[in-house]
């Protein structure tokens, strides 16, 4: 297996492909702030040059990945933003994230050491905000329907069990995802 091969991202221009998925791997291990860019060229095998012809700078390479991992969360929840039933909208929303996640794992793993990191935040604290803020809509109006009294703090809640579900998968693939998961379902659907 190809030492890049295990990391996910997009098929797009091939060039532009090895410099994330060089980017990601070398911000997960050396730190976003200890990884130069010269580095990551050299990890792509591409100049310089050329690759600040696809990324201005390092800021630049973090938001697409995080804007790729934003497309994953939208792809999750695509299947249910027109779902009139709240129940078949939580049902949906944390088995969808759980196959991107399996499916994903990699590259999950990678983006989540990389958005713990100091420093990291303030490049994309932005794209994060939005993140948050577009999901935990969705899920305040799904709490509404079901009628809960507070429906901001338990989308906030809901949200923060599945990120928890996330975390310890991927920190251990033998950890129940799967059984937590329909049990954090059965919660919320009667």
């Given at each position: 297996m190809n030492e890049r091969s295990f990391i996910y991202m997009p098929k797009s221009d091939n060039?532009?492909?090895?410099?994330?998925?060089?980017?990601?791997?070398?911000?997960?291990?050396?730190?976003y702030s200890a990884t130069p860019v010269s580095m990551i060229a050299k990890d792509a095998g591409v100049s310089q040059g050329l690759m600040y012809n696809f990324f201005p700078g390092k800021g630049e390479l973090l938001r697409a990945m995080i804007k790729q991992g934003a497309a994953d969360i939208s792809e999750s929840m695509q299947a249910y933003?027109?779902?009139?039933?709240?129940?078949?909208?939580?049902r949906m929303h944390v088995t969808e994230t759980i196959h991107i996640i399996?499916?994903?794992?990699?590259?999950?793993?990678?983006?989540?050491?990389?958005?713990?990191?100091g420093g990291v935040l303030d490049?994309?604290?932005?794209?994060?905000r939005e993140i948050v803020s577009t999901v935990t809509k969705i899920f305040e109006k799904v709490f509404r329907q079901l009628g809960f009294d507070r429906p901001k703090l338990e989308a906030q809640l809901f949200l923060t069990?599945?990120?928890?579900?996330?975390?310890m998968y991927l920190q251990n693939q033998k950890f129940p995802i799967e059984q937590l998961g329909r049990q954090l379902i059965k919660r919320y659907v009667k």
């Open positions: 060039k532009s492909h090895l410099i994330l998925r060089s980017a990601l791997k070398l911000f997960a291990t050396n730190g933003v027109t779902i009139s039933n709240p129940q078949e909208a939580i399996k499916k994903k794992k990699e590259f999950w793993r990678l983006l989540h050491a990389i958005r713990l990191q490049e994309v604290q932005d794209l994060f069990q599945i990120d928890g579900l996330v975390i």
